[in-house]
């Protein structure tokens, strides 16, 4: 069956320090990746989409590497600030399929 | 104002109700979604829409029916609520265009509470 992994445990980070998230996914052949940000009780916000012939893709803090070989891409948070506490879901959109479909997502709690 | 309107942004019913969620955007995109979002379980997508005389089920379609109305409207309707319909709703839009990054532009949510 086709899943999107994200770990289910609140990642906890000293503010300063890179908070790393872990998208994985089986049984799609996506064409590009998105990533999200939700804040409670609101809507996911857009933050940044990588396509699958890209290793990496930045955005002022934000980094993301996509590796089709291993199935997975990773999100990046550099100097993390207190303000970047959200849940952040990665979203995948398979080849010849514009619908997409969104990981469990993954808490960032970045501590003063 | 948001580009991306839910009504109700909170709603309680009671099982066996009607309930209609609407939905409008400014964006001038053709595609339109709902999403419903469970504590532990994700955005689940329910029934998408890619113009005006296009309706597509979704994952988890069953209990529910949409109407676009126009480029700018889509409606969600729950003909009879049931308790595990409590949920939050996403309306979002999309434009491929020429950059065709298939982004999603969500509302804020529409809280249903089936009693």
């Known amino acids: 069956s086709q899943k999107i992994e994200q770990n289910s445990e609140a990642l906890n980070i000293q503010e300063g320090k890179t908070a790393t998230l872990t998208c994985n996914y089986t049984?799609?052949?996506?064409?590009?990746l998105q990533w999200y940000r939700q804040d409670p009780g609101r809507g996911p916000v857009f933050l940044l989409l990588?396509?699958?012939?890209?290793k990496e893709k930045r955005k002022e803090r934000l980094k993301v590497t996509f590796d089709t070989t291993l199935k997975q891409s990773l999100f990046h948070i550099t100097a993390s600030q207190p303000a970047d506490s959200a849940t952040y879901l990665c979203?995948?959109?398979?080849?010849?399929?514009?619908?997409?479909?969104f990981g469990k997502g993954n808490q960032v709690v970045v501590i003063p | 104002d948001a580009d991306v309107t839910q009504t109700p942004r909170n709603r309680i019913t009671k099982t066996g109700k009607r309930i209609m969620l609407e939905c409008s955007q400014t964006?001038?995109?053709?595609?339109m979604y709902w999403y419903r979002q469970d504590p532990g379980l994700g955005l689940r997508l329910i029934y998408y829409?890619?113009?005006?005389?296009?309706?597509n089920k979704g994952e988890i379609s069953d209990g529910y029916s949409v109407s676009r109305q126009a480029q700018a409207k889509f409606s969600l309707s729950l003909e009879s609520a049931i308790p595990n319909q409590t949920a939050l709703y996403f309306c979002?839009?999309?434009?491929?265009?020429?950059?065709?990054?298939?982004?999603?532009?969500f509302g804020e949510g529409s809280r249903l509470t089936v009693l």
């Open positions: 979002a839009t999309s434009d491929l265009g020429t950059r065709n990054t298939g982004e999603l532009f």
């Open positions: 049984n799609y052949s996506p064409a590009y």
């Open positions: 990588i396509r699958e012939n890209e």
């Open positions: 979203a995948l959109a398979p080849y010849g399929n514009n619908r997409l479909a």
């Open positions: 964006k001038g995109h053709d595609r």
């Open positions: 829409s890619f113009d005006v005389k296009d309706i």
